[in-house]
């Protein structure tokens, strides 16, 4: 454990710096805190409640290239001709192994105990069987340094959700403010070895106070089914931010994107969609499943609760409040999914 001031704070960003990482860590832009790359000119902010953005934003980015692959598509004067396989043979397709994994390792520097656990989340899903390349490729070699939390917004109930701490493995750093300084201890060899320490110490984490606690009943699905949000979304806009904000959301689609003027090469793309856009569940053939906001809204419930519960053990929510904090109307589902008792 050392006591440090702030410069030497930063000195530990500069550290990791030299070793490879690209530091990520919050930082005030334009009003509102985010995580962002610390470079330079970024500032890093120790004291603030939440961002806007979260670890999966660097983790699982919002868009990125799969691989690429060849057509045989043509571009005539009456438009794209393309050859299809069942008509005039094998399938004129070709993958072109152009997988290219992603570079660089990730040091996450002051995030907060429910931002780590929405890293645990994450891992449960891309890292299970099949792994996702991508993901794996950015999560192995990534570097934590927690920012223990004093104390909740009126948004915040991770401990509600039991995301108050950090789970196991989870840190290489554990970072407290007191006084003017920061109370720094390594959780892990290479926490260690950025602070010239020995060995790897046990901590009484801080467990934040929340101005808010609730109790859910959100077991299954049938609980979630008899109640009726019509009156909490009355304001619903249907604008998504509640899933893009949301630290855990990691639903996507997978696009198949080229230019018109050379319709042959063609890049496969993964970009983020939200299961708040009647899009997300929509088929061929016109049907759409979840067709009302309502219904969305359930759906999304269920996911982060008894789903997730059923699927990986967990809780697919942190308690962050991001959707609710960073919602254009402050829809609140907190008490459609049970009471609040503190
Ligand atoms: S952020 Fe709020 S208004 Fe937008 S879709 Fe979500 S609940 Fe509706
Ligand atoms: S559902 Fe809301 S409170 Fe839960 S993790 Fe997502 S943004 Fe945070």
Redo the contacts with the bound molecule.
Sequence with gaps: MAKLSWHEILGLITELQKRGFDVVGPSSEGGVVKLLPLEENTKLETNYVRTLNSPKDFLLPNKERLFRYKSTATVTSYGLKIRFPTVEGPCPITIVPEYSPPRGRIAFFGIHPCMVN?IRYLDKVMLSDPADPYYKARREGLFIAVLECDEGDEYCFCKSVGCEKVPNGYADLSIKKEGDGFVVTPRSPTGSSLLMEEGVEQIEETIPKMKEEYLFDAKDEKSIDLKDPANLLEDCTICSS?TV?????YCSDIQDRFSLMDPSNVERIRTRMSCQRKSYSSIAGGVTFLRTKNERFKWRMKH?FPFSERMYGISG????????AFCPSRIDFRTFLGRRVA
């Design positions: 929405s509640c904000v949301c630290p855990t959301c982060k929510c942190v308690g962050c409040g991001n959707c609710i």
